[in-house]
């Protein structure tokens, strides 16, 4: 089982600056990806972010040249990834998903999503 936790969502005024964190652990036998996604409700979610194990990015329109995802980061069975996001605007405001793409051994891969975290921009 893999699994994710999201971090560093929260309150900030229009123009201000966040950090997410999303952690993703256990049974990973290989990582394919990293990505970002984000949904207000009554909406479908949408791809903010990602990035794959060979460092390929890419962005939504709607966050190029204001968001930045870091390389995934390895430790002790963890890998990591932030999304380093400026410039908020109200329209920003949604949940915040990760996703990682996974396998858990050299045949079975899968899907997995954080719970989420919430950022809300607003003055």
């Known amino acids: 089982q893999v699994h994710l936790v999201e971090s560093g969502g929260g309150l900030v005024q229009p123009g201000g600056s966040l950090t997410l964190s999303c952690v993703a652990s256990g049974s990973i036998f290989s990582l394919v990806a990293m990505t970002w996604h984000r949904q207000v409700p009554g909406m479908e979610r949408e791809l903010v972010a990602s990035i794959n194990s060979g460092g390929g990015i890419n962005y939504a329109d709607f966050v190029k040249g204001r968001f930045k995802i870091s390389r995934i980061s390895r430790t002790n069975g963890e890998n990591t990834v932030n999304l380093r996001m400026d410039s908020l605007t109200p329209e920003d405001t949604a949940g915040y998903y990760c996703?990682?793409?996974?396998?858990?051994?050299?045949?079975?891969?899968?899907?997995?999503w954080g719970p989420g975290t919430q950022v809300t921009v607003s003055s």
């Open positions: 996703n990682a793409r996974a396998y858990e051994t050299s045949s079975k891969w899968g899907d997995y």
